[in-house]
């Protein structure tokens, strides 16, 4: 059945129970939801390792063809499931069913952009530099260049995107597409949601007759499982969605391997907002208004979530911000994730409450059950900001930071001293140009994605889109994870010189030779 959970550990095409078992947690009750689930160990990491390090050689040989119909196969599959996932994820998550279903078209999507893309011939990138013999002072030799896969991937499900960026999500979505086998460590906030995706990846794999050790499934909610799985040999790159200490734990433990391998960690961000004068002027009250639905979108709980905001100092800021305390007083307190990710973000705030640089603004409507989080808005001054660091320390969720700066000068500064973000977002009219020119260079410099007139939350599946940015936004700011662009992670360049072309790779053959 499709809607099959029952808590087993997934090596390609068989699976076992473990004993030791741990359970998903209802947020909106905080209580247990059956089944159990196995906690798999170091062992099974290795064994799944091992069945992907044996799978490599086939799969990675499979035509572009092959593996965008695998993958279009994959959102089918994914799509049949129907009800039973999203009431899964739903119960596993407290995220609202509207929500969920976006999600889901989201990862099906992205599934289908790298199967069209494949078929386009995207991502070899194929270079062709032919021989010169009668060049001097001496000859040319036929030297040819592709994009080939790098080796087995792990992917570690995120939290906040328990589809999307979880076990088919695009991570996976990228490195299968790129020809490399992946071993999934599910996220245990949302253990039968990722078993339910599981099978299915699972089972299209048997069904398009690729090798089973093309994918695994590990459930668990011990650090010790991902660092062994990240340490293991046969993994050659890793894609993570999640917190900073997570992250730069998995990169150490990378980097001590006898060989090391690129973790592609998308850890924390603030996301600045700079309201230029000219447009807060213009509509003070309608940017509070997008403000606030964008930082409690989710719960506040997006990795672009919209964590501090730059302006300057006058009548239209405080028009600004009485509008925005009055947005978010309305807003009721909403469910969060999980009871860790909760008390983040109560101690986030707390800290914010508890210094005297910041002051609190507006609180959202009480919380009536126990992981639900209540809104919080504060302002500092630009000197408090730059002289406190820990001012711009990212709280996950919906708490968000006004900074009065003296001048546009003053922005820049403030900018400046920001760490790498994955966003940053510029409001402008007509007379904000010449400002906004002088803010660029400094926002260009910190963020992969810049906005104008928008807000980040929400972020484009399509070829043009940078889901990254410098450290620590990302542990590689030359990289995505959203985008076609992602898969390039997962390939690296391999070059023929002087070959005979029938050995050579499809795409670097001349056409005499087929």
């Given at each position: 059945?499709t809607?099959?959970?029952?808590?087993?550990?997934?090596?390609?095409?068989?699976?076992?129970q473990?004993?030791?078992?741990f359970?998903a947690i209802d947020?909106?009750?905080?209580?247990?939801?059956?089944?159990s689930f196995?906690?798999?160990?170091?062992?099974d990491?290795?064994?799944?390792?091992?069945?992907?390090d044996?799978?490599?050689?086939?799969?990675?040989?499979t035509?572009p063809?092959?593996r965008?119909?695998?993958?279009?196969?994959?959102?089918?599959?994914i799509d049949?499931?129907?009800?039973?996932?999203?009431e899964?994820?739903m119960?596993?998550?407290?995220l609202?069913?509207?929500?969920?279903?976006?999600?889901?078209?989201?990862?099906?999507?992205?599934?289908?952009?790298?199967?069209?893309?494949l078929?386009?011939?995207?991502?070899?990138?194929?270079?062709?530099?032919?021989?010169l013999?009668?060049?001097?002072?001496?000859?040319r030799?036929d030297?040819?260049?592709?994009?080939?896969?790098?080796?087995?991937?792990?992917?570690?499900?995120?939290?906040?995107?328990?589809?999307?960026f979880?076990?088919?999500?695009?991570d996976?979505a990228?490195?299968?597409?790129?020809?490399?086998?992946v071993?999934?460590?599910g996220?245990?906030?949302?253990?039968?949601?990722?078993?339910?995706?599981a099978?299915a990846i699972?089972?299209?794999v048997?069904e398009r007759?690729?090798?089973?050790?093309?994918?695994?499934?590990?459930p668990g909610?011990?650090?010790e499982l991902?660092?062994?799985l990240?340490?293991?040999?046969?993994?050659?790159?890793?894609?993570f969605?999640?917190?900073?200490?997570g992250g730069?734990?998995?990169?150490?433990v990378?980097?001590?391997?006898?060989?090391?391998?690129p973790?592609y960690?998308e850890m924390?961000?603030?996301?600045?907002?700079?309201?230029?004068?000219a447009?807060?002027?213009a509509?003070?009250?309608?940017?509070?208004e997008?403000f606030v639905?964008s930082l409690?979108l989710?719960?506040?709980?997006?990795?672009?979530?919209?964590g501090?905001?730059?302006?300057?100092?006058?009548?239209a800021?405080?028009?600004?911000?009485?509008?925005?305390?009055?947005?978010?007083?309305?807003?009721?307190?909403s469910?969060?994730l999980?009871?860790?990710?909760?008390a983040?973000?109560?101690?986030?705030?707390?800290?914010?409450?508890?210094?005297?640089?910041?002051?609190?603004?507006?609180?959202?409507?009480?919380?009536?059950?126990?992981?639900?989080?209540?809104g919080?808005?504060?302002?500092?001054?630009?000197?408090?900001?730059?002289?406190?660091?820990a001012?711009?320390?990212?709280?996950?969720g919906?708490?968000?930071?006004i900074v009065?700066?003296?001048?546009i000068?003053?922005?820049a500064?403030v900018?400046?001293?920001?760490?790498?973000?994955?966003?940053a977002?510029?409001?402008?009219?007509?007379?904000?140009?010449?400002?906004?020119?002088?803010?660029?260079?400094?926002l260009?410099?910190?963020?992969?994605?810049?906005?104008a007139n928008?807000?980040p939350?929400?972020?484009?599946?399509c070829?043009?889109?940078?889901?990254?940015g410098?450290f620590?936004?990302?542990?590689?700011?030359?990289t995505?994870?959203v985008?076609?662009l992602a898969?390039s992670?997962f390939?690296?360049?391999?070059?023929?010189?002087d070959?005979?072309?029938?050995?050579?790779?499809?795409?670097?053959?001349?056409?005499?030779?087929?």
């Open positions: 059945m809607s099959t959970i029952d808590g087993a550990i997934l090596f390609g095409a068989d699976e076992r473990a004993e030791a078992r359970t947020p909106r009750r905080a209580t247990p939801l059956s089944p196995s906690s798999a160990t170091r062992a990491a290795a064994e799944a390792a091992r069945l992907a044996e799978a490599f050689v086939d799969y990675a040989a035509s063809n092959e965008a119909t695998f993958l279009d196969a994959l959102a089918d599959a049949v499931i129907g009800d039973p996932l999203i899964r994820a119960a596993e998550t407290g609202p069913r509207p929500r969920l279903e976006g999600e889901r078209g989201r990862t099906t999507q992205q599934l289908r952009l790298f199967a069209a893309f078929r386009a011939g995207g991502g070899l990138d194929p270079v062709i530099d032919p021989a013999p009668g060049r001097a002072p001496l000859p030799p030297v040819r260049r592709i994009n080939l896969p790098l080796g087995p991937v792990a992917v570690f499900g995120a939290s906040n995107f328990p589809l999307a979880s076990v088919a999500g695009g996976t990228a490195a299968l597409a790129a020809g490399c086998p071993v999934v460590k996220h245990p906030a949302h253990p039968g949601t990722g078993e339910l995706i099978r699972i089972r299209t048997g007759g690729l090798p089973p050790g093309t994918f695994s499934y590990l909610e011990t650090e991902g660092a062994a990240v340490a293991d040999p046969r993994i050659k790159a890793v894609g969605t999640g917190s900073r200490a730069l734990a998995l990169m150490r990378a980097a001590d391997r006898a060989v090391p391998i973790v960690a924390s961000s603030i996301n600045p907002v700079l309201l230029l004068p447009a807060l002027e509509r003070a009250e309608a940017l509070a997008g639905q409690t989710g719960s506040g709980q997006f990795c672009t979530n919209p501090l905001v730059l302006a300057c100092e006058g009548p800021l405080d028009r600004f911000m009485a509008a925005a305390g009055a947005a978010l007083s309305a807003c009721p307190a469910t969060m999980t009871a860790g990710i909760h983040a973000y109560e101690a986030g705030v707390n800290a914010l409450i508890e210094n005297d640089a910041a002051r609190l603004l507006a609180r959202g409507g009480k919380a009536a059950a126990p992981y639900e989080a209540v919080a808005l504060f302002e500092t001054l630009a000197g408090d900001f730059l002289a406190q660091p001012l711009g320390n990212e709280v996950f919906p708490s968000s930071l009065r700066c003296e001048n000068e003053e922005m500064r900018a400046s001293a920001m760490e790498g973000q994955l966003t977002t510029i409001h402008i009219d007509e007379a904000d140009k010449p400002a906004a020119a002088r803010l660029l260079p400094v260009t410099a910190r963020a992969g994605r810049i906005l928008g807000w939350t929400g972020v484009e599946v070829h043009a889109m940078v889901h990254g410098p620590p936004a990302t542990s590689d700011g030359h995505t994870s985008g076609t898969m992670r390939l690296r360049p391999v070059c023929f010189q070959l005979p072309g029938e050995l050579l790779p499809p795409a670097l053959r001349d056409p005499a030779v087929d």
